[in-house]
Nanobody, 126 residues
Framework: QFELVESGGGFVRPGGSLRLSCSTS????????IGWFRQAPGKEREGVSC????????VYADDVKGRFTISRDKAKKAVYLQMNSLKPEDTADYYC???????????????????WGKGTRVTVSS
């Protein structure tokens, strides 16, 4: 069964850090590009960061560059999002999903495919 499960969300003060995890099962993890997306209250879902199966193809949204770092662990079949210098505007539900590898590698775009996790909430507030 194709599954992605997010964890690591929570409440943090501005300037703080969180590390999100996306644990996967039921598919050949090493063959898939995976991304993080977020949806803030009242806003559309947006791509945050994606990483290819090659671990080299990586993109970030402009507003998280330099603050967030995506990584993946083949042995654990997991993708991580280290989030530093968090801001109130980072408050959102964060989701991991499989992404289109061609769009990622050829165009540097983070476009979700068919499989999503249920999300984890991040709240940044003073």
């Amino acid at each position: 069964q194709f599954e992605l499960v997010e964890s690591g969300g929570g409440f943090v003060r501005p300037g703080g850090s969180l590390r999100l995890s996306c644990s996967t099962s039921g598919f050949a993890f090493e063959e898939y590009s995976i991304g993080w997306f977020r949806q803030a209250p009242g806003k559309e879902r947006e791509g945050v960061s994606c990483i290819g199966s090659d671990e080299i193809s990586i993109v970030y949204a402009d507003d998280v560059k330099g603050r967030f770092t995506i990584s993946r662990d083949k042995a654990k079949k997991a993708v991580y999002l280290q989030m530093n210098s968090l801001k109130p505007e980072d408050t959102a539900d964060y989701y991991c999903a499989t992404v289109n590898p061609i769009h990622l590698i050829a165009y540097g775009r983070c476009d979700a495919r068919d499989h999503w996790g249920k999300g984890t909430r991040v709240t940044v507030s003073s």
